[in-house]
């Protein structure tokens, strides 16, 4: 099982990024789906989550301004980033909770890591 993200890169204050995460690989289901950042010398905050029961989570720091969907068809999630601040500026990584094999418990997995800069 694998979590690919993409869409990260370099962006004006007050632009916009889409992430995308998607999951391959042979599994049963996924349960939770979202994305997390870490920026230098800070700890790995929750950016926005949507759980297997539909709710979804944002971090204080993009709520009004990030955007989660996920499409299970696809397998995938998208985080939608809008007026984004230099503080935004960190390595965002996709997370998933996969059940991997019937009748066991779920595994976390993380993607690579996708760096969002923000200049200012």
């Known amino acids: 099982v694998q979590l690919q993200a993409s869409g990260g890169g370099l962006v004006q204050a007050g632009g916009s990024l889409r992430l995308s995460c998607a999951a391959s690989g042979s599994f049963v289901s996924i349960s939770d789906m979202g994305w997390y950042r870490q920026s230098p010398g800070k700890e790995r905050d929750l950016v926005a989550i949507?759980?297997?029961?539909?709710?979804?989570r944002y971090g204080d720091s993009g709520l009004g301004r990030f955007f989660i969907s996920v499409d299970n068809a696809k397998r995938a999630a998208y985080l939608q980033m809008n007026s984004l601040k230099p503080e935004d500026t960190a390595v965002y990584s996709c997370?998933?909770?996969?059940?991997?094999?019937?009748?066991?418990?779920?595994?976390?997995?993380w993607g690579q890591g996708t760096l969002v800069t923000v200049s200012s």
């Open positions: 997370y998933a909770k996969i059940r991997v094999h019937w009748g066991r418990d779920t595994n976390d997995f």
């Open positions: 949507v759980t297997e029961a539909g709710v979804t």
